[in-house]
T-cell receptor, first 110, second 116 residues
Framework: QKEVEQDPGPLSVPEGAIVSLNCTYSNSAFQYFMWYRQYSRKGPELLMY????GNKEDGRFTAQVDKSSKYISLFIRDSQPSDSATYLC??????????FGKGTTLSVSS | DTEVTQTPKHLVMGMTNKKSLKCEQHMGHRAMYWYKQKAKKPPELMFV???????INESVPSRFSPECPNSSLLNLHLHALQPEDSALYLC???????????????FGPGTRLTVL
């Protein structure tokens, strides 16, 4: 079993839809959870950072961490064509390297 | 300033060339990273510098040589590369927390390297 599992998609939704992106993981020592957005041929952009369990909201984006289920989610409300990108989950334990999921490709059509 | 900058944006080099990639950040971060990213794959960690000292080398071939001249700069020296080394090379930086843990990483735009 890989440390971090993420469905690569592609995921296609109409403009205005609510998007749910998910990752599962196996290492119970992971405490730091991140979501990055990466546009084609650009560097990853940090969207959300969460320490331990709980929810975090920033504008149209909500990140959820459920450590008991080893499951993290990113919700995008009122999705826009400009949200079309690859979304990478990433996580780490204290003092260890960041482990990335494979990334989910999202396409939002107008 | 919350930006990591990388130069050049694009680089084409032959297998006998020597070139360098440069990365700079002015966020006061004391950890800096090099990643390699192939198309449709996640970034793969190559090197980590903490307080200007190499702390992680992920078994990277010696044709890649990192250097951290000061707390704001990170270089990656390239020599005798192979065509399969063609990729997007990403630099990132983060704070180092009490106890040595690393905080969230901020990435630069990358250098797209093509080896002929």
């Amino acid at each position: 079993q890989k440390e971090v599992e993420q469905d690569p998609g592609p995921l296609s939704v109409p403009e205005g839809a609510i998007v749910s992106l998910n990752c599962t993981y196996s290492n119970s020592a992971f405490q730091y959870f991140m979501w990055y957005r990466q546009y084609s041929r650009k560097g990853p952009e940090l969207l959300m950072y969460t320490y331990s369990s709980g929810n975090k909201e920033d504008g149209r984006f909500t990140a959820q961490v459920d450590k008991s289920s080893k499951y993290i989610s990113l919700f995008i409300r009122d999705s826009q064509p400009s949200d079309s990108a690859t979304y990478l989950c990433a996580m780490k334990a204290a003092g260890t390297a960041l482990i990335f999921g494979k990334g989910t490709t999202l396409s939002v059509s107008s | 300033d919350t930006e990591v900058t990388q130069t050049p944006k694009h680089l084409v080099m032959g297998m006998t060339n020597k070139k360098s990639l440069k990365c700079e950040q002015h966020m006061g971060h004391r950890a800096m990273y090099w990643y390699k990213q192939k198309a449709k794959k996640p970034p793969e960690l190559m090197f980590v510098y903490s307080y200007e000292k190499l702390s992680i080398n992920e078994s990277v071939p010696s044709r890649f040589s990192p250097e951290c001249p000061n707390s704001s700069l990170l270089n990656l020296h390239l020599h005798a590369l192979q065509p399969e080394d063609s990729a997007l090379y990403l630099c990132a930086s983060s704070q180092v927390l009490t106890g040595g843990a690393y905080n969230e990483q901020f990435f630069g735009p990358g250098t797209r390297l093509t080896v002929l």
